[in-house]
């Protein structure tokens, strides 16, 4: 039947397809899915904060700080050794990481900071409003970076460069360099850390942009009701929920991590997941298609075919986006007053 | 007099610093002091390696190798994380720190990457003759890199990106991927990482490159006898040497290197040394100044006063150069194949 319409489609030289590609831009739509703007201007204003407002001066300080491993006690980790902006913005192992080679307590995954800005919530379970004040945990955190608060404003008040920076991205304060500015200069560049992909591209008229399995992927992942948690701009980010909902989680066992308070847990963004492996907060699954089904049984309680998955796995790969253009930056020298690298 | 000298310059209109200055770069020159050339096809002809010639796809691929922490056996560790473009080329603590925070077993200090291709020869004892070499025995040394030839083939071989890269920067290769191959690409890489600096213009006639108390120090810092080592492109980098050679160091107890076979360490480049603290083999170091006295003593027999001290800083740091533009890499993502990372 498939095959006789195709042979229609060209036979007859009108596009089904086109119609087709149009009811389900609208079937997206109507289910929550929303494109990254293509519009500047619309773009700007959903990812930025009116109390941190994005300008290039912060943005060019944030990513020296994002990329600084001296914002570490040991001098050794910057946000960027565990949200990799090579790497689909992520680790790529199972759980974090840190100082002295600490793994995370909790064998909690680090989550992309590529489109970040669209989680309501940040961290796994949602305790952190806003990106600026997320940047700040993980650099105190003891295993993570592992740096007492005092420490880093210390490290960054000895370098002349930085000082300038902050004071000319801050003016009228007294002391800029304090860790909440160095939050709100690197929770400005990780706003426009964002990645449109060819779903948006479809979604916003060209028809071409994904191919047939991808279609049809997104067709299951919204008739399947995955698009009840994973919406909005993000794909995902847009709420907590519980999970497992429906039935358990396999590897629930791996970590201690339970949620928020009530239980909930953040649902995971979508986009560039292909690339963002292992699975779930406690990074227990590698394979995609797996993590598919499972996401199907345990919040759906639906058990999804091999096709059903890998149709689903076709669209998912089409969110992988194009990355921001990133120039490594040149940091300020230390000088005879930063404090030492403290690697013990 | 120098008021007096400066003052005769500015009524008489004619330049008696030019003259000076020829003179210091004619003496810096009989000295064996080398610019890094300004002609790209003599540059190019310095750096590239006529066994390894460097080309477009391959210096993409070393770059991404480079930037790329699956190279290690815990995908945490890349090279850059010790020779850090952003930091100087260096990690900035006083000895390296690896697989599973390993601390370096000889308290031996990552030396910059920057201009590393104008040493004779690589790694502290001079071990290793080409950079090419070289990049591959960080990857496989148990405390930094940890990775096994075979397991760092076998991720490579499981990302297609990577493997359609190999083949097509080593053509006609059966099996392209070979930790060797590795090592080259990244090697090529290594040697663009040149810094052209305000020295080198002055060199090349730029009089005003250097100020007054920049070129006193470039006097005293051949005067001394420093270039009996440092010099050439590298300013150091082209001979071992005994050290400490005259008086003893007094730090020589932290770590337990010797030198090579001979009892002969490689005397290091000094080209962004302001910005490659700590200092020494061992890292001993932190003042820049400190070190220069060092070296008077246990290399020259000479007491340095502070005044010559800091003149000879003052001209080291005329030797902090501008970094090539690196645009961070987007890294191909790892596959179902990919070995997974073993953080332990």
Not at 74 to 82: A, E, F, H, V
Not at 128 to 134: D, R, V, W
Not at 307 to 318: G, H, K, M, P, R
Request: hydrophobic residues 40%.
């Amino acid at each position: 039947m498939k095959l006789l319409k195709s042979a229609a489609l060209i036979l007859f030289g009108f596009s089904v397809n086109a119609v087709a590609a149009e009811d389900l831009v609208k079937k997206a739509s109507d289910a929550g899915l929303k494109p990254i703007p293509q519009n500047h201007a619309e773009l700007f204003k959903l990812i930025d904060n009116p109390d941190n407002p994005i300008n290039k001066d912060k943005l060019d300080l944030g990513k020296k700080l994002y990329f600084d491993p001296r914002l570490s006690k040991s001098s050794l980790i910057s946000c960027n050794t565990c949200h990799n902006l090579a790497m689909g913005g992520v680790d790529g192992i199972p759980a974090a990481i840190g100082h002295k080679w600490q793994h995370n307590p909790h064998h909690l995954n680090s989550p992309t900071v590529y489109n970040s800005v669209f989680n309501v919530k940040q961290f796994w379970d949602g305790r952190s409003p806003s990106l600026e004040e997320q940047a700040t945990g993980p650099i105190e955190a003891g295993p993570e970076m592992a740096m007492p608060a005092g420490l880093a404003v210390e490290r960054i008040s000895s370098i002349p460069d930085y000082v300038n920076s902050f004071r000319r991205v801050f003016p009228g304060q007294q002391n800029p360099v304090t860790l909440e500015n160095i939050g709100k200069t690197i929770g400005a560049f990780e706003r426009t850390l964002v990645t449109p992909s060819r779903f948006d591209a479809f979604m916003h008229g060209d028809d071409d942009a994904l191919n047939a399995k991808e279609k049809e992927g997104l067709k299951v992942f919204i008739d399947k009701g995955c698009t009840s948690c994973h919406n909005g701009v993000g794909i995902g980010g847009g709420s907590l929920q519980k999970f497992p909902a429906v039935k358990p989680y396999k590897y629930a066992s791996l970590g201690d991590f339970v949620g928020d308070a009530s239980g909930m847990v953040k649902v995971p963004l979508l986009r560039n997941v292909a690339e963002t492996g292992p699975y779930f907060h406690n990074g227990a699954v590698w394979d995609l298609n797996e993590a598919v089904k499972i996401m199907g049984e345990t919040q759906l309680g639906v058990t999804l075919t091999d096709q059903e998955a890998n149709s689903i796995v076709a669209f998912l790969d089409s969110l992988t986006g194009k990355k921001p253009d990133v120039h490594y930056p040149v940091l300020p020298a230390s000088t005879a007053k930063t404090p030492k690298p403290q690697a013990d």
